[in-house]
């Protein structure tokens, strides 16, 4: 059996006839929030071999300083090389600065094999045309390392779409695969350790082939041909999905591994895809399951009952407001998101109650007037907003941080519930 054909459509070209209202393109409100540049933080972790320079400004790289706390004794994989007055004023060639600074790179970090030029706000501005020098460096250093680019920049996108756009770049590189066997691709950045467990169980299913991507090193990427079949870990890569489907690869659509209910349903979505019955699936993730059960049972009785408030931030919120009501009993008073993409989220948005009124990029003034005046327990939110919530009492979680730290899969479910229940907990210390 093989997987549905395609779904996935452009954000703003469908609306849903059935199941939650949306509000997709009602307010014209925010969907940037923070730059793109911030996924460089958990891609640089991800591919060992590969090295992102950003093309920016101090700011940019005070950003990232500051936002993967790096030490200034250690040697990280990215970097930014900045666009100068000089540069700005047209004074210099930014393209021949920006050759310079990558020999200089490469003739110091030998191990570098892909090498990303990550375009920003100010070298969009100037114009700067980062697929050209991609193209032409890497004629200069093919094949020792493969020079990509893709816009990190704040200027039209929501954090979330970095990762989106790296792995965008790099599908173009996939190689054809040779074998005709069953082939499953993992899509989307994973801690290793999640990685290991998500692949241990796949492995034990049996009967196909399995790659994650991206890989953990950038030299080896996975082939993809029409036996491909990809299924999502983030919601956030339609680019990626869409270009994998040009390559031949189709989707499997399944809920997105976040708790027991969503780890569950995404197996099965495998299994089915891959022809397996599903009493064979379900004996497979049987104890892991049970776990997960478990461990977020113990954060339910601080959750339960709760309401929860989510502005539009790392594009999770969706899944994550699912968890909540399905695992945790809380009910959730206003779900935001800054893009919804209704193929990609078609089984989550089966899966919540269908009265529920989700809202695309809302206009954040307002949603502020309809959190403050509802007043709920638990409120997701950027970083910008958390404090000026916390100062009106309410208690509030960065939705950064449910991207930075690993929440899929079952033995991360009981990790997931707490990063909620520890808020509140906080607060009701403070309260005694
Ligand atoms: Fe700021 Fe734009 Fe640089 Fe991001 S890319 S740090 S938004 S200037």
């Known amino acids: 059996m093989s997987a549905l054909p395609i779904p996935i459509v452009a954000q703003e070209a469908c609306a849903v006839k059935t199941g939650p209202t949306t509000t997709s393109g009602a ?19 991800k591919m060992q071999d590969a090295f992102f320079l950003i093309v920016g400004s101090r700011t940019c790289a005070h950003l990232m300083q500051s936002a993967a706390g790096v030490m200034i004794f250690a040697e990280p994989r990215f970097g930014t090389a900045i666009i100068g007055e000089r540069d700005l004023a047209g004074l210099a060639d930014a393209h021949e600065e920006l050759e310079r600074v990558v020999t200089e790179l490469l003739s110091r970090r030998p191990q570098i094999r892909t090498l990303f030029l990550v375009g920003s706000c100010p070298s969009e501005v100037i114009k700067l045309d980062l697929a050209r020098a991609a193209q032409r460096l890497s004629q200069k250093y093919t094949p020792q390392v493969r020079i990509l680019n893709y816009s990190g920049s704040g200027i039209e996108t929501t ?38 467990q998500l ?63 969503g780890t569950t349903d995404w197996f099965l979505a495998i299994g089915k895809a891959m022809d397996l019955d599903e009493s064979r699936v379900q004996e497979v993730i049987r104890a892991p399951r049970e776990r997960a059960v478990k ?45 919804l993409h209704r193929g990609l989220m078609a089984p989550e948005l089966a899966a919540i109650p269908q009265d529920w009124t989700v809202h695309e990029a809302p206009d954040v003034d307002a949603q502020w007037d309809r959190c403050i005046e509802t007043r709920p327990d638990l409120v997701i939110c950027g970083l910008g907003l958390a404090n000026p919530l916390e100062a009106h009492g309410l208690t509030t979680k960065w939705a950064i941080e449910l991207v930075f730290t690993p929440i899929q899969g079952f033995e991360q479910a009981g990790d997931l519930a707490a990063l909620f229940s520890r808020p509140l907990r906080r607060r009701m210390k403070l309260a005694a």
Request: net charge negative; hydrophobic share 40%; with cysteine.
């Open 27 to 45: 307010d014209r409100g925010q969907r940037e929030v923070f730059c793109g540049l911030t996924g460089i933080i958990w891609l640089h972790r």
């Open 159 to 196: 954090f979330t779409q970095g990762e989106d756009a790296c792995l965008r770049s790099l599908v173009d590189h996939l190689p054809a695969r040779e074998s005709s066997k069953p082939h499953l691709m993992v899509v989307g950045t994973l801690a290793d350790v999640v990685e290991d």
């Open 199 to 261: 692949r241990g169980l796949l492995n034990a299913l049996g009967g196909f082939e399995v790659d994650f991507f991206p890989p953990r090193r950038s030299a080896e990427l996975p082939g993809v041909s029409a036996s491909t079949q990809f299924v999502l870990v983030q919601p956030f890569l339609a680019d990626t999905a869409r270009a994998l489907q040009g390559k031949g690869a189709s989707w499997i659509p399944a809920k997105y591994p976040l708790g027991s209910e």
């Open 295 to 339: 461990a977020v049972a113990a954060h339910r009785a601080t959750l339960e009952g709760k309401s929860a408030f989510f502005f539009p931030d790392s594009q999770l919120e969706l899944p994550l407001a699912r968890f909540m009501h399905q695992e945790l009993g809380m009910s959730v008073t206003e779900v935001a998101t800054p893009y």
